[in-house]
């Protein structure tokens, strides 16, 4: 099955711990995203990517970190600089040509993060 | 400052009712207006989306109807069911810095009482 895998489900971060998410995908997609998701804000954007060893800061990036090393990856660090870290992250893959195809989003199943 | 916004907030219908979810935009070089579904604990997922050129998409029960005079989109759920109870989500994108990103609405809950 095609599709983007993340993991965990749900995470845990304790006071001054960084935390890494994962985020893989089999898409063969160029371009990766991270999004924060909080009741009532919507999605908003942390960072993203559009190829390999290349990011750039979406609109809520600090206390976040990324890195893109290879295509099929893109894990999110919150470090311990992020103080409100509760919400729930999405990760998200798109073609980065073609007319709509490079429009189109697909999203992972998300994880939970909360704090101790 | 909010570039897509979304209304209502949240909505109930009943069995076989019309939701109506509305959406108003302000940057001009938005060209692709796609709507999610997201069901709790899950990601979203792209349900219907269209471009400027058209005024309305239908795809079986879902319709986004489109007035770019008005800087506004709808989608219009017909016949709504239970199992479309979740959160939706209005989008809009374009070259924005050189890039293509999403840029999306608050979200409304939809809960269709049976």
Redesign the interface.
């Known amino acids: 099955d095609g599709g983007i895998t993340q993991s965990p489900k749900y995470l845990f971060r304790k006071e001054g711990q960084n935390v890494t998410l994962s985020c893989e995908q089999n898409l063969n997609h160029d371009a990766m995203y991270w999004y924060r998701q909080d009741p009532g804000q919507g999605l908003r954007l942390i960072y993203y990517s559009q190829i390999v060893n290349d990011f750039q800061k979406g609109d809520i990036a600090e206390g976040y970190s990324v890195s893109r090393e290879k295509k099929e990856s893109f894990p999110l660090t919150v470090t311990s600089a992020q103080k409100n870290p509760t919400a729930f992250y999405l990760c998200a893959s798109s073609r980065t040509s073609g007319p709509i195809a490079k429009n189109i989003q697909y999203f992972g199943a998300g994880t939970r993060l909360s704090v101790l | 400052q909010q570039q897509v916004k979304?209304s209502p907030?949240s909505l109930i219908v009943q069995k076989g009712g019309i939701s109506i979810i509305n959406c108003a935009y302000e940057n001009t070089a938005f060209d692709?207006f796609?709507w999610?579904q997201q069901f709790p604990?899950?990601?979203?997922?792209?349900l219907i989306?269209i471009r400027p050129d058209v005024s309305e998409k239908k795809e079986g029960r879902f319709t986004i109807s489109f007035n770019k005079s008005a800087k506004q989109f709808s989608l219009h759920i017909m016949d709504s069911q239970p199992g479309d109870s979740a959160t939706y989500?209005c989008a809009a994108?374009g070259a924005q810095g050189g890039?293509?990103?999403?840029v999306?609405?608050?979200?409304m809950k939809l809960t269709v009482n049976p």
Not at chain 2, 41 to 46: N, S, T, V
Not at chain 2, 104 to 107: M, Q, S, Y
């Open positions: 979304q907030q692709y796609p999610y604990g899950k990601g979203p997922a792209l989306a989500f994108s890039s293509e990103k999403l999306f609405g608050k979200g």
